[in-house]
C-alpha cells in the first residue's frame, strides 16, 4: 500500500533523512547548484520537491510556501515518510540595527505569534530547535567563517495588519532579532513529532524598512540578499554533514 503523502506527493521509497525547506518554490533553482545528481520529484500546490546528494549524503528540498499552517502540513507529512532532520532556509525581516540586510540568524528560539502552533498545544509550550542540529549550524556557519547572529525570531501570519509598526516596535525592545511566519509552527510541531528541527533566516528587510519595498528588491536579487541566502543553503547543507557524521 502506497503512503503517498495527499499535499507534497512524495513517499517513503526516497528514503531521505535530511531536508531543507524554503519557503519560495524558486529558491529550489538556487539549492539545486549545490547538489549532486539532481532530480525535481513533484510540484503540487506551494509543494515543489527536487532530491540530490551534498558530499554522498542524500538531501531532500520541499518548498512550503507562506506561513505555519503551509509549514506545518510539510513537517507532518516528511515525518511520515521517513525524515528525521528539517532545517528551515527562510527569509524575515529585521527587528535590530545590528541585524543587517543578508545576515543570517540561527534561530534559538520562536515568540509563538502564529495560529499554526497554536493548533497543537498551548501556547506555554516554547517553540526551540533540536539543541544538536542548531549546534550543527553554528559549527558549519564558523569553519565557512560566515557571519551570523543567534537568537530569538517572532513567528506571524500576516504582513498586513493596522498595527506592524507599534508589533515590530514591541517585539525589538524585547530582544528579538528578526520575524518570519513559520520558525513558530516548524520547531513545535517537530518536536511534538520527534523531529529535530532547526531555522535559518536571510534578512531580506533592513530595521524599520518598508516590508513591500524590501521584498521587491530581494525579488529582483539584490545582492546582499542572494549571497544571505547561498550561505543558509550552505551552512545547511554543513550541518547536515555534521548530524550524519554524529559530529
Known amino acids: 500500500m502506497s503512503n503517498l503523502q495527499p499535499h507534497i506527493q512524495l513517499d517513503a521509497s ?13 529558491r529550489l533553482d538556487r539549492i539545486a547548484p549545490f547538489l549532486e545528481n539532481v532530480t525535481e520529484l513533484s510540484y503540487n500546490r506551494e509543494y515543489r520537491s527536487l532530491i540530490g546528494t551534498y558530499q554522498g549524503i542524500k538531501v ?35 527587528l535590530q540595527p545590528k541585524v543587517k540586510m543578508g545576515d543570517i540568524i540561527l534561530v534559538s528560539g520562536a515568540v509563538r505569534d502564529d495560529g499554526a502552533s497554536k493548533t497543537y498545544i498551548d501556547r506555554i509550550f516554547p517553540a526551540v ?16 567563517n560566515i ?13 498586513y495588519t493596522d ?17 518570519d511566519m513559520e520558525t513558530a509552527a516548524l ?18 528587510v533592513a530595521y524599520q524598512e518598508d516590508t513591500f519595498n524590501s521584498i521587491v528588491k530581494y525579488v529582483d536579487g539584490e545582492a546582499l540578499s542572494m549571497q ?13 554533514v555534521r548530524l550524519a557524521k554524529g559530529q
Open 129 to 144: 530547535p533540536d539543541t544538536e542540529l542548531l549546534f550543527a549550524c553554528a559549527s558549519a556557519a564558523k569553519e565557512k
Open 187 to 204: 520547531f513545535t510541531i517537530g518536536h511534538l513529532r520527534g523531529v529535530k528541527a532547526a531555522s535559518i533566516l536571510n534578512t531580506v
Open 228 to 240: 544571505g541566502e547561498r550561505n543558509e543553503i550552505l551552512v545547511a547543507l554543513e550541518a547536515f
Open 60 to 94: 531532500l528540498a520541499l518548498s512550503t510556501g507562506i506561513g505555519g499552517a503551509s509549514a506545518g502540513i510539510a513537517v507532518e507529512e516528511l515525518h511520515r515518510i521517513g525524515v528525521e532532520a528539517m532545517i528551515r532556509i527562510g527569509s524575515c525581516g529585521s
Open 163 to 179: 498595527a506592524e509598526e507599534a508589533i515590530d516596535g514591541f517585539w525589538s525592545k524585547k530582544g528579538v532579532l528578526g520575524c
Open 14 to 26: 526516497l528514503s531521505v533523512k535530511y531536508a531543507l525547506l524554503p519557503g519560495d518554490p524558486a
Open 147 to 159: 557571519p551570523y547572529h543567534t537568537g530569538i525570531a517572532r513567528s506571524h501570519d500576516s504582513f
